[in-house]
């Protein structure tokens, strides 16, 4: 399984972008598809998770509804539209892939596949 996340740049505080997680070697749909993301000098941190087995998307407290998952099944490409930025969601985003297709302890437990990572940095 390969992920190729893209999208990311530099942009101001309260804009938006568009994360884009592209698959070959396996079909999103049949797993679990996490986003994460990896400050300077911090831990990584998760995002969501999109559970293949219930369809839903489980988002951190952080995330206060300024983000949002979907998916392409026809592209097999799942997106991370991000919202109104602000300058600590600056950071390396990863797109990953657990073979367990639910959510379940998804922020704390290993996930199979991960993409390269795309840099976002929000700055004035």
């Known amino acids: 399984v390969q992920l190729q996340a893209s999208g990311g740049g530099l942009v101001q505080p309260g804009s938006s972008l568009r994360l884009s997680c592209a698959a070959s070697g396996a079909t999103l749909a049949q797993y679990a598809v996490g986003w994460f993301r990896q400050a300077p000098g911090t831990e990584r941190e998760g995002i969501s998770c999109t559970s293949s087995h219930d369809g839903n998307t489980y988002y951190a407290d952080f995330v206060k509804g300024r983000f949002a998952v979907t998916g392409d099944n026809a592209k097999n490409t799942v997106y991370l539209q991000m919202n109104n930025l602000e300058f600590e969601d600056t950071a390396v985003y990863y797109c990953?892939?657990?073979?367990?297709?639910?959510?379940?302890?998804?922020?704390?437990?290993?996930?199979?596949?991960w993409g390269q990572g795309t840099e976002v940095t929000v700055s004035s």
């Open positions: 990953a892939v657990s073979v367990f297709g639910y959510c379940s302890a998804w922020q704390s437990r290993q996930w199979h596949y």
